[in-house]
């Protein structure tokens, strides 16, 4: 069973359109993550949630939303998409206190064109 | 905040002993994390220190001083699968958000 899955793997779109990810994880975590990873491979938090509460918005352009209609589910919305979106997206789960470690999702590799 | 250090690039033979360094200046420390990861793949969890010593993995161990702000992975009797990422990453205080370094890449050769 797979334990943190993401839809879709691979995404390619033009400049402007909207797009959704989807994430959803199997471990019974409280906390849910996106992270996204750049040209250079440089992993960086980007939402976190908690029990379906957002937790964690860093400094992300508010084209991007976050949903979590429960606390197996979080998904991300982009609006508006840009060249710079292009990236890998990961979607992680864990313990808020701590614990155990993060699982990743296999990620989402977002093409702009 | 958080501010991680680590090399780019490190090569190494296979069978070798490769020791990956990083260093870290943190606003609250609740743990710090080594990540494998290999090309168009997901990090993959190798190893968990929040105290103070080595803690031992099979091939794999990790190092931490808290004091110094340092850890170190040590990967012995390399393996050619062994060629990836490696990621060190810094759990902070509060909501267990993980704060990555820039990772480094590790070519085994033969």
């Known amino acids: 069973d797979t334990a943190v899955s993401q839809t879709p793997k691979y995404l390619v779109t033009q400049m402007g359109n909207d797009k959704s990810i989807k994430c959803e994880q199997n471990l019974g975590h409280d906390t849910m993550y996106w992270y996204k990873q750049d040209s250079k491979k440089f992993l960086k938090i980007m939402f976190s949630y908690n029990n379906k509460e957002l937790i964690i918005n860093e400094t992300v352009p508010n084209r991007f939303s976050p949903k979590s209609p429960d606390k197996a589910h979080l998904n991300l919305h982009i609006n508006s998409l840009e060249l710079g979106d292009s990236a890998v997206y990961f979607c992680a789960s864990g313990w808020r206190g701590g614990g155990e470690t993060q699982y990743f999702g296999p990620g989402t590799r977002l093409l702009v064109l | 905040g958080q501010n991680i250090d680590q090399p780019t690039e490190m090569t190494a033979t296979e069978g070798a002993i490769v020791q990956i360094n990083c260093t870290y200046q943190?606003?609250?420390?609740?743990?710090l994390f080594w990540y494998q990861q290999h090309a168009g793949e997901a990090p993959t969890f190798l190893s968990y220190?929040?105290?103070?010593g080595l803690e031992e993995k099979g091939r794999f161990s990790s190092f931490l001083s808290r004091s110094k702000g340092y850890s170190y992975l040590l990967l012995k009797e390399l393996q050619m699968k062994d060629s990836a990422s490696y990621l060190c990453?810094?759990?902070?205080?509060?909501?267990?958000?993980?704060?990555f370094g820039k990772g480094t890449m590790l070519l085994v050769s033969p």
């Open positions: 943190t606003s609250g420390f609740n743990g």
């Open positions: 990453a810094v759990r902070d205080r509060g909501y267990s958000t993980l704060t």
């Open positions: 220190n929040v105290l103070d």
